[in-house]
């Protein structure tokens, strides 16, 4: 299983990114996929999910009408529209997979993660 994250970068307040997270090794349209975050200093915060076939989305209320996560399934690939971006949303972005073990609902796969700096 391999998750590579790309298109983060510098932006000023207000501006928008959108983030790609290209996803090998395994089915990629059986699996609900999510994008984490973690603001330096900071522990992981949860930020989108998408189920398998893109139909149903779900936010931390902190980036709802902002951000927009999508899926292309015929190309294993995820993606998260980030928009009116605030410094507060400088954080590594993670990619990662959701997986219904013994234990519950987990992550089971991260990318390396991909930087997201928003400064004047």
């Known amino acids: 299983v391999q998750l590579v994250e790309s298109g983060g970068g510098l932006v000023q307040p207000g501006g928008s990114l959108r983030l790609s997270c290209a996803a090998s090794g395994f089915t990629f349209s059986s699996y609900y996929m999510s994008w984490v975050r973690q603001a330096p200093g900071k522990g992981l915060e949860w930020v989108s999910d998408?189920?398998?076939?893109?139909?149903?989305?779900t936010y931390v209320d902190s980036v709802k009408g902002r951000f927009t996560i999508a899926r292309d399934n015929t190309k294993d690939t995820l993606f998260l529209q980030i928009s009116i971006l605030k410094p507060e949303d400088t954080a590594l972005y993670y990619c990662?997979?959701?997986?219904?073990?013994?234990?519950?609902?987990?992550?089971?796969?991260w990318g390396q993660g991909t930087q997201v700096t928003v400064s004047s």
């Open positions: 998408i189920n398998t076939d893109g139909g149903t989305t």
């Open positions: 990662a997979r959701r997986n219904h073990l013994s234990t519950g609902w987990a992550f089971d796969y």
